[in-house]
């Protein structure tokens, strides 16, 4: 921890940055903090409970994140493919930020505690097994130690296989079933770091693709619609699902998109900014074999 507080004590005095985002204490356990002078670095922590996806807070349309500075952010794996989405999309600047990375062991599924937990495969968040990015490595810093595996825990994509077992009519019934609880308070959009859009659909009314009533066919059409702008940029951080206030289990869609983009183009999500995603690239010797 005095590493991570080190080094963003050095980026603020030398004016390399004007604000650094991190984690800090707060009443409920770990919380996202901006660090505008170096006096309060002491204020950075990383440990299990700093599960916030803090590259949400890059997304352009926050101005008033913008108007601090240029920022150092903290992230972890999920975090810096996140970054590289914005990258990619030339949502950002590389030059414009500087990327702290930290050694990440895993992140708790219930990060609400006034101490770090025991990861264990009961506390563990379900967006850690089997992550391929516990060092980031398109970062301009790593600090912390070497973490263990993060414990085994049910695997999402025991999940979807297992609502991909069901007939169409069931399958349909356990989404109506779920999304039907949906206020449409648009939690998800805002703690998505991919959901950059400066204004987004469900806003656009003349004409209105999207009813905003929370009725089944204005959460099916909204949750429907997110999932496809996610197709192939979703980097599973599962804050989307965190944040939902009724329980939604968003990450089933977004891990099933992430499977059917890995069957049809052979693609993952990479912390790479520079590796191409398969929505938004052009290929002059595409088969174009999906439209058959």
Same mark, same amino acid.
């Given at each position: 921890?005095?590493?991570?507080?080190?080094?963003?004590?050095?980026?603020?005095?030398?004016?390399?940055?004007?604000?650094?985002?991190?984690?800090?204490?707060?009443?409920?356990?770990?919380?996202?903090?901006?660090?505008?002078?170096?006096?309060?670095?002491?204020?950075?922590?990383?440990?299990?409970?700093?599960?916030?996806?803090?590259?949400?807070?890059?997304?352009?349309?926050?101005?008033?994140?913008?108007?601090?500075?240029?920022?150092?952010?903290?992230?972890?794996?999920?975090?810096?493919?996140?970054?590289?989405?914005?990258?990619?999309?030339?949502?950002?600047?590389?030059?414009?930020?500087?990327?702290?990375?930290?050694?990440?062991?895993?992140?708790?599924?219930?990060?609400?505690?006034?101490?770090?937990?025991?990861?264990?495969?009961?506390?563990?968040?379900?967006?850690?097994?089997?992550?391929?990015?516990?060092?980031?490595?398109?970062?301009?810093?790593?600090?912390?130690?070497?973490?263990?595996?993060?414990?085994?825990?049910?695997?999402?994509?025991?999940?979807?296989?297992?609502?991909?077992?069901?007939?169409?009519?069931?399958?349909?019934?356990?989404?109506?079933?779920?999304?039907? !609880? /949906?206020?449409? %308070?648009?939690? +998800?959009?805002? #703690? &998505? *770091?991919?959901?950059?859009?400066?204004?987004? @659909?469900?806003? =656009?009314?003349?004409?209105?693709?999207?009813?905003?009533?929370?009725?089944?066919?204005?959460?099916?059409?909204?949750?429907?619609?997110?999932?496809?702008?996610?197709?192939? !940029? /979703?980097?599973? %951080?599962?804050? +989307?699902?965190? #944040? &939902? *206030?009724?329980?939604?289990?968003?990450?089933? @869609?977004?891990? =099933?998109?992430?499977?059917?983009?890995?069957?049809?183009?052979?693609?993952?999500?990479?912390?790479?900014?520079?590796?191409?995603?398969?929505?938004?690239?052009?290929?002059?010797?595409?088969?174009?074999?999906?439209?058959?």
């Amino acid at each position: 921890m005095s590493e991570l507080q080190d080094t963003a004590r050095r980026l603020l005095d030398e004016g390399l940055v004007q604000v650094v985002i991190g984690w800090e204490e707060g009443p409920r356990g770990a919380r996202p903090v901006f660090v505008t002078s170096a006096a309060d670095c002491e204020r950075l922590i990383f440990d299990a409970r700093c599960v916030h996806n803090l590259a949400t807070f890059l997304n352009p349309r926050r101005s008033q994140i913008t108007a601090l500075g240029k920022a150092a952010v903290v992230v972890k794996g999920c975090d810096a493919k996140a970054v590289a989405g914005l990258l990619r999309e030339a949502q950002l600047e590389r030059a414009g930020i500087v990327l702290i990375g930290v050694r990440c062991g895993g992140v708790a599924g219930e990060p609400a505690t006034l101490a770090p937990p025991a990861l264990s495969a009961e506390t563990v968040s379900a967006r850690c097994w089997g992550c391929d990015v516990r060092e980031p490595e398109s970062v301009d810093m790593l600090v912390g130690e070497a973490q263990p595996e993060p414990p085994v825990t049910a695997d999402l994509d025991e999940r979807v296989a297992a609502l991909d077992a069901l007939s169409p009519a069931e399958r349909f019934a356990f989404w109506t079933k779920e999304l039907s !609880r /949906c206020t449409q %308070c648009y939690a +998800c959009r805002q #703690a &998505c *770091p991919l959901c950059c859009c400066e204004r987004c @659909i469900v806003e =656009k009314t003349e004409p209105q693709w999207i009813e905003t009533s929370p009725h089944p066919r204005g959460n099916f059409a909204w949750h429907l619609t997110r999932a496809q702008h996610l197709a192939g !940029r /979703c980097v599973g %951080c599962g804050e +989307c699902e965190r #944040a &939902c *206030p009724v329980g939604i289990p968003l990450g089933l @869609i977004n891990r =099933k998109l992430q499977q059917v983009v890995y069957e049809l183009y052979g693609y993952t999500v990479s912390e790479d900014p520079a590796v191409p995603a398969p929505i938004g690239a052009y290929a002059t010797d595409d088969t174009q074999d999906f439209i058959e």
